[in-house]
């Protein structure tokens, strides 16, 4: 996992320990690791019943809108634990470290590359068809 996001760390910028605290800190509270490679926003937008996402869409906002690391840390980790503290590490470590030097200013070139699009797109495609609808009007 440490090579990996060396790696994925390399490629965004110099290490920064604060981004590495917070994927050390929101791992802490994986219990269980998903075998199948899903995105954590995927999980979020599973269906809990038939009209309805694991992660309700207010609280999927507030994730994808947090506007510090403390305040993204404590949105994830509310959300993780509404999964079922389940989560693809190594997956779930990339798109902290995206979602960080996102916060820090550093864009991907293609908007579909940055974590918040790639978040969006997750959810509401695993996200109930009745649910994903409502939010169109």
Do not use: C, M
Not at 45 to 72: V, Y
Request: hydrophobic share 40%; net charge neutral.
């Amino acid at each position: 996992l440490l090579q990996r996001l060396e790696t994925v760390s390399a490629a965004e910028q110099d290490t920064d320990p604060l981004a590495y605290a917070l994927v050390a800190g929101l791992l802490a509270w994986v219990g269980d690791e998903l075998t199948e490679k899903t995105s954590f926003a995927s999980q979020l937008g599973e269906p809990k019943s038939p009209d309805r996402p694991t992660l309700s869409r207010l609280r999927f906002a507030r994730l994808q809108t947090a506007d510090s690391p403390n305040d993204f840390f404590r949105q994830a980790r509310r959300a993780l634990q509404i999964v079922g503290k389940t989560a693809h590490i190594a997956l779930f470590a990339e798109e902290i470290l995206a979602w960080y030097w996102e916060f820090q200013g550093q864009h991907p070139d293609k908007p579909k590359d940055r974590i918040q699009v790639r978040w969006a797109t997750g959810y509401f495609r695993a996200a109930p068809k009745k649910e994903a609808s409502d939010t169109a009007n």
